[in-house]
């Protein structure tokens, strides 16, 4: 791996920031890990530490969103229109690109994930793929042709409205929609809905078939939409909560109902799998972003 340069990868999430100088999963140099706060001491506290790194090509950044990735906007490269405390309207990627002056990739942290798990991970070789987070949102990163699925703005498809289960009429989680997928299936629904953490719900609570459901229409329609040729899932509720899987596969091929008939479908336990790169997913996809950056100037400059 010693031809790949030295990328700086950052991941920037929810609750906790993780940065590493690597040139993949097999050469991860550094690794800093620290909470996010507000905006100005979080985005201060990870310069510093970057600041006494050395001989970094380029830089990926992978952010929770939404963020703005059109690189016409005065907003590209902030963070938009989160309701996460202080972090609304927050710019990144030009604070930091223009701080280290290299290429700098910006996308979301599912877009970078997806990334990282075709180079490196569960979907290793293949160009069209998605990859799933269940955690505390629900989020999807697509990419087909090797490249994130981006047009107006990046896809929201954790928001999906799924239909309602007979008798189930919670109000659902979600600020903006109520009873979207993310709403009805996220950590955070799951635990106002039953006062219990994803995590500590027993497997045969019957709160899990809400969330399967929510699931596996999430994911019937990424194979009608999207067509990935596998889907890669992570975050704490499916990390967490192994038995989900084959729950989520057997629903999403009977909500198909044999309108998909490929051998990929029918085997769905090797086409809806877990992540493989673990804790360091996002910040190696951040990695891939500030590869495709690289590139990308290359590309230009010749
Ligand atoms: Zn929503």
């Not at 906790?16 to 993949?24: D, E, F, N, Q, T």
């Not at 909500?255 to 190696?284: F, K, R």
Request: charged share 20%; hydrophobic share 45%; with cysteine.
């Amino acid at each position: 791996m010693t031809d790949t340069p030295l990328i700086a990868g950052i991941e920037l999430g929810g609750t906790k920031c993780v940065a590493i100088l690597a040139r993949g999963p097999d050469a991860i140099e550094d690794r800093i890990e620290l909470p996010t706060t507000r905006p100005e001491e979080t985005l201060a506290a990870l310069e510093r530490a970057i600041d006494g790194w050395r001989g970094f090509a380029a830089l990926g950044i992978a952010s929770f969103g939404p963020v703005s990735i059109d690189r016409g906007s005065g907003e590209y490269g902030s963070i938009t229109s989160t309701p996460k405390p202080g972090w609304a309207h927050t710019d990144v990627a030009r604070r930091l690109g223009n701080r280290y002056r290299v290429p700098t990739g910006f996308h979301t942290d599912v877009v970078g994930a997806a990334l990282g798990e075709a180079r490196w991970g569960a979907a290793a070789g293949l160009a069209d793929l998605a990859y799933v987070t269940v955690g505390t949102g629900i989020g999807v990163g697509l990419v087909a042709g090797g490249r994130a699925v981006d047009g107006l703005t990046h896809s929201e498809l954790g928001h999906v409205r799924p239909p309602r289960l007979p008798d189930d009429d919670w109000i659902g989680g979600c600020p903006f929609h109520g009873a979207c997928c993310e709403g009805l299936a996220s950590g955070p629904a799951i635990a106002a809905r039953t006062g219990v953490k994803g995590q500590d719900l027993p497997a045969d609570d019957p709160a899990w078939d809400g969330v399967v459901h929510a699931i596996a229409h999430l994911l019937y329609t990424l194979v009608l939409t999207g067509v990935p040729r596998r889907i890669v899932m992570g975050g704490g509720v499916m990390v967490g909560n192994q038995f989900l899987f084959p729950r989520v596969r057997a629903q999403m091929k009977a909500l198909l109902a044999g309108y998909v008939p490929l051998a990929e479908i029918e085997q769905a336990d090797s086409y809806v799998v877990p992540a493989a790169l673990g804790a360091n997913a996002g910040p190696l996809g951040a990695i891939v972003l500030g590869i495709n950056a690289l590139n990308e100037t290359s590309f230009t400059a010749a």
